[in-house]
């Protein structure tokens, strides 16, 4: 069973700071893998998604990599603003509808 | 990005009543859409897979007689919890998925059974 963890769980960072967030799967034989940001109370916004033949995705300050052969994606987010402030979210599709959540990081940009 | 409207955004009701959620896709068409529950501070739990004119797959331990779910158009899912009580308070959310493989999901709806 393909199994996604975040870390770190939480992060808090000064406003202006470029920062990463971290995603790992166990099993690299993947479709695609996809970001989502979640504000408090709402559902899912799609923020990036990576097929698996590639190898980044970028999207304004947002850059999200895909490493399946070490089970690893990252998604740098360049020059933080208050709202920025959310849960991020990644989720990794295996084959026909399988995805898989990961716990997701709670990220806190402080003006 | 594509757009799914779920409705209703906020719903209270009795323990013992029924209440339906529904789940459209605006701008695309669906043949799959899935509905989570999700947990204060927690991660998504998927709860079935929603398929266009057919039964939907449950996920292990989600009772299929509790969450009827009808998936009768390529733009509607809905999802209907019957026989609410107050451990069904909870928050539900739907995503659809278009033929890039691509998820997008609704807004969620909270669900508060008194």
């Known amino acids: 069973k393909q199994e996604v963890t975040q870390i770190p769980a939480a992060l808090s960072v000064p406003e202006g700071e470029n920062l990463v967030l971290n995603c790992s799967f166990t099993d690299s034989a993947i479709y695609n893998l996809q970001w989502f940001r979640q504000d408090p109370g709402k559902g899912l916004t799609s923020l990036l998604l990576?097929?698996?033949?590639?190898r980044e995705q970028t999207s304004g300050r947002l850059n999200a990599s895909l490493d399946k052969s070490s089970g690893r994606s990252t998604l740098y987010i360049a020059a933080s603003q208050p709202g920025d402030s959310a849960t991020y979210l990644c989720?990794?599709?295996?084959?026909?509808?399988?995805?898989?959540f990961g716990t997701g990081t709670s990220l806190t940009v402080i003006p | 990005g594509a757009v799914v409207s779920q409705h209703p955004s906020r719903v209270i009701c009795k323990s013992g009543t029924s209440v339906k959620i529904e789940c459209r896709s605006l701008?695309?068409?669906?043949?799959?859409m899935f509905w989570y529950r999700q947990f204060p501070k927690q991660s998504l739990m998927l709860m079935a897979t929603?398929?266009?004119?057919?039964?939907?797959?449950?996920e292990q331990g989600v009772e299929k007689d509790k969450f009827l779910i009808n998936h009768a158009s390529l733009t509607l899912s809905t999802l209907t919890v019957t026989s609410a009580h107050p451990e069904d308070s909870s928050f539900y959310i739907c995503s659809a998925r278009t033929t890039a493989g691509e998820l997008f999901f609704g807004e969620g709806s909270r669900l508060t059974v008194l």
């Open positions: 701008d695309f068409q669906a043949t799959t």
């Open positions: 929603s398929n266009e004119g057919s039964k939907a797959t449950y």
């Open positions: 989720a990794v599709r295996r084959t026909g509808n399988q995805f898989y």
């Open positions: 990576i097929q698996s033949s590639q």
